[in-house]
């Protein structure tokens, strides 16, 4: 007479693996010994616990790793993170699967000290640093910057091999009681923390008053509409990664207010030791935007530009494909502006050449009393 089987199913999850959940089949006779265990993965059965368990460690080792990516918790900063892991999963199929890709919120020193302009706390290097350490220490895999906030040097165990494609390096103007900065009446207060604004302001318009105006996109927009201040200056590519541009007033053209080094790009960096993570970015990497931004750090590294120098760069290709740069430094009350321009090949040895080419004029027209605020 044939055995009566008992067959049990239950999920377990596989070691080492996170959200994948293997289906195990044991058999059970009536004599209640256990049967060959049947282990199921994707469909396809083994028919030994042997078997089964070369399967797991199978799919342990080749299971592609969780991408940890660390930031910043300003809504604009996520945004930028949430836009790297739609690109990862994107690009690499591996890491469309739920829970591939992890989102890291990191609290940086200048997320907590909002009270004081960055110069008197340091500079942009506190938007980094907590992340960088982060990053040395294996809590996460990769890091995205707006890469206006990073220092023109890199911790050391530390790469920035990527940027995504830049977004409109404009600023833009908003108010809700004037159309433009030269229909703003004598004596208003433009809100900004940024010197390299507050220069080019005070250059052209220098009745206006411009008072340190710090926090993230939205609270300045709030500030902004309780009154605290006339009128505000944000960049344009942050607003549209938002989905905010509604309420901008008008665009600044960049001959009128030229863009911080790096506006309106998207950094990620990595460990110098870790190929995977560097693969993973090499296919996420705009080259036109990364060559543009090593030429405005090479301009800015050359000035030794600190957060108490407004300086402002910006390159891009024009029409005949040719790298066209121009750089500015300036007083931070406005008074006095130096400005350069370069143009050359598009290629990265002759636009850093560019840059640095560009911030040695500058420095020497400048004398060094100049950087002296």
């Known amino acids: 007479m044939a055995a009566t089987i008992h067959r049990l199913s239950f999920q377990c999850n596989g070691i080492g693996l996170r959200d994948r959940r293997f289906k195990c089949i044991l058999d059970i006779d009536e004599r209640s010994r256990f049967l060959p265990l049947n282990y199921e993965n994707g469909g396809r059965r083994i028919g030994s ?38 690109k990862l999963k ?45 990053l040395l220490g294996g809590k996460i895999d990769i890091a995205v910057h707006s890469m206006k906030d990073v220092p023109t040097y890199l911790p ?32 208003s207060i433009v809100g900004s923390a940024s010197l390299r604004r507050q220069s080019q302001i005070l250059y052209r318009y220098p009745s206006l008053k411009v008072i340190n105006f710090r926090g993230n996109v939205q609270t300045r927009l709030r500030k902004l509409k309780e009154g605290e201040v006339h009128a505000t200056l944000l960049a344009f590519a942050g607003l549209k990664r938002l989905g905010m541009i509604q309420h901008v007033t008008c665009l600044l053209s960049t001959e009128e207010m030229l863009p911080a080094i790096a506006q309106g790009a998207i950094g990620i960096a990595c460990r110098s030791n870790d190929d995977k993570m560097a693969d993973y970015l090499a296919a996420l990497n705009h080259e036109e935007t990364r060559l543009a931004v090593a030429c405005e750090r090479a301009f800015l590294e050359t000035l030794d530009g600190s957060c108490r120098t407004p300086i402002a760069g910006y390159a891009f290709r024009d029409k005949d494909g040719f790298c066209s740069f121009r750089g500015l430094i300036a007083s931070p009350d406005g008074t006095r502006v130096l400005e350069t321009s370069r143009k050359g090949a598009y290629t990265y040895e002759d636009m850093v050449s560019m840059g640095v080419d560009a911030g040695k004029e500058l420095k020497e027209r400048a004398g060094p009393a100049f950087f002296d605020w």
């Open 49 to 86: 616990v042997r078997a089964a368990a070369t399967a797991v460690e199978s799919a342990t080792r080749t299971h592609v790793s969780l991408v940890r990516i660390g930031t910043r918790g300003s809504p604009l900063a996520l945004a930028q993170a949430y836009e790297t892991r739609d």
């Open 90 to 134: 994107s690009a690499h199929p591996e890491l469309a699967e739920e829970g591939a890709v992890e989102i890291i919120i990191i609290k940086t020193t200048g997320d907590k000290i909002l009270n004081q302009p960055l110069a008197d706390i340091g500079g942009k290097g506190l938007f980094t640093k907590e992340i960088d350490d982060a």
């Open 156 to 187: 050391s165990g530390t790469i920035l091999p990527c940027n995504l494609p830049r977004e409109d390096v404009r600023d833009v103007f908003i108010c809700p009681t004037a159309g433009s900065l030269a229909e703003l009446q004598a004596g």
